[in-house]
């Protein structure tokens, strides 16, 4: 009984049993969008350099990107790099800027094999060569992946994306080609680098940390948010079902009314 539930979002029988069976029997966040935050303090904690943490970071993400596929969500957004974390001195930044291309060489035929789409949302000026390469070849070669879309927010901040898609409506009104009036929350949604992707379902921050950090502020407006106090490296299957278990609850409760009255 518990396959034929589990046929509504994937023809896989998952190993993670009974628990993951009832989650796909309701409705699966279609996008997850995770702030990875705690790689720093995990390595605090053995005494290991902060890098240590961002290395072992990886491979959670590798993990919850797995179950996520095999759960039917479609979309995970990982925040992998702000454009404030400019500011981390140098020889961090080199290493995390090393963190791409060591992901995409060591599990770049397993996300093939999976049928996930590996997509980026950020700004390419001032990424280097190296790491556009390696996530360009793997954009390449996952195009036509229709399973998980993995969505790598790297050199991303919100608020210039929201300033980059202000001046190009602001650019077209002054060349006379849209009127004052014709801007709407849609134009605005297309003008951001999300404009393919759904709005978040849900939110997830690990470490313990309540705030946005400028996020995906626009693209927010709507999700549920889910905060931990497990540190990214921790961070596990059960996190994950734990957070679209929750999800579901508060998805129940309001089962008896329609969109609008959610929002
Ligand atoms: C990074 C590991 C995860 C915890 C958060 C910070 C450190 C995977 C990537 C990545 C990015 C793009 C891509 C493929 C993989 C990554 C950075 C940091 C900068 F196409 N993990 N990870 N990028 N960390």
């Known amino acids: ?45 053995r005494s290991l350099p902060r890098v ?10 590798r993990k919850v990107t797995k179950l996520a596929n095999e759960l039917g969500v479609s979309v995970l957004t990982l925040y992998a790099f702000s454009t ?8 961090e930044v080199d290493f995390l800027m090393r963190l791409p291309e060591e992901f995409l060489t060591t599990f770049l035929p397993e996300l093939i094999e999976e049928n996930v789409r590996v997509e980026m949302m950020g700004y390419h000026h001032n990424l280097p060569l190296h790491t556009l390469r390696a996530i360009k070849k793997a954009k390449e070669a996952t195009k036509d992946n229709t399973g998980l879309v993995l969505n790598f927010a790297l050199n991303y901040g919100s608020r210039a994306e929201i300033v980059d898609a202000v001046k190009d409506i602001a650019a077209q009104v002054a060349a006379g080609t849209l009127d004052v009036c014709d801007i709407n929350e849609d134009l605005i949604s ?34 549920e948010f889910w905060f931990t106090e497990t540190l990214w490296p921790d961070f596990n299957e059960d996190s994950l079902l734990e957070a679209i278990e929750i999800y579901q609850k508060r998805n129940r409760r309001y089962g008896g009314l329609k969109g609008d009255e959610v929002k």
């Not at 009984?1 to 029997?25: A, C, P, Q, Y």
């Not at 240590?52 to 993400?61: D, F, L, N, R, S």
């Not at 950090?213 to 999700?223: G, K, P, V």
């Open 1 to 45: 009984m518990f396959n034929k539930l589990l046929k509504r979002n994937t023809d896989l029988v998952l190993e993670s049993g009974d628990r993951s069976v009832l989650i796909s029997n309701e409705a699966v966040p279609a996008h997850i969008a995770i702030i990875m935050d705690g790689n720093g303090r995990w390595a605090k904690k």
């Open 52 to 61: 240590a943490g961002h290395h072992e970071g990886m491979k959670t993400v």
């Open 84 to 91: 404030e974390n400019w500011k981390r001195p140098k020889i």
């Open 190 to 223: 297309g003008g951001l680098m999300t404009k393919d992707l759904p709005e978040p379902d849900l939110l997830i921050r690990t470490s313990g940390e309540v705030r946005l950090s400028n996020f995906m502020l626009w693209q927010l407006a709507y999700t």
